[in-house]
């Protein structure tokens, strides 16, 4: 456990830091919206393999963005300012990074009217093979900062019932 300066790193002290603190720790995550920039993308890693000897997703994101460096900046400076006022007696904020990797899924089913740079169109059919509906989280090109499970439930209600009124100009283009 850190002591923060307030005690050694071991021994009886670090000790009773450690009994009399131990219930005050707290670490937290924040994790920011990202915008989908154009540089970002999802491909085939040529070199890294997973178990089965297949080709792992690699995500590039071109780089730290400004808006999202703000975002999390303004956020860690909220974090603190509760943290503060929750009592703390000290306040570790890791170095701005921009996006990251996340739990929270999303991909490179990219969605739009136009087939050259975008997958899928507006309602998340393919502009390549006709009669495939793309349903769940690939179609979005962005990390939410929150539980993504009611967008990607939305985004494929959305397209269910695309298709349901439209059944029969999407059934025979």
């Given at each position: 456990m850190n002591t923060y300066g307030r005690a050694p790193a071991?021994?009886?002290?670090?000790?009773?830091?450690?009994?009399?603190n131990a219930g005050r720790v707290a670490t937290s995550y924040i994790q920011t919206s990202t915008f989908p920039y154009e540089g970002g993308y999802l491909d085939l890693d040529d070199t890294v393999r997973d178990p089965l000897g297949d080709p792992v997703c690699r995500i590039t994101l071109g780089g730290v963005k400004e808006n999202e460096q703000r975002a999390q900046q303004y956020a860690h400076k909220k974090m603190e300012e509760w943290f503060r006022a929750a009592g703390a007696i000290e306040v570790t904020i890791p170095p701005s990074t921009g996006p990251g990797i996340s739990t929270h899924a999303y991909g490179g089913t990219r969605m739009g009217d136009n087939q050259e740079t975008n997958v899928v169109d507006r309602w998340g059919f393919s502009h390549e093979v006709p009669n495939l509906g793309v349903l769940g989280a690939s179609v979005m090109g962005t990390s939410g900062a929150r539980n993504p499970t009611l967008t990607v439930q939305a985004l494929a209600w959305r397209t269910a019932d695309h298709l349901v009124k439209n059944w029969k100009s999407i059934a025979s283009p």
């Open positions: 071991w021994g009886s002290a670090w000790k009773k830091f450690v009994r009399e």
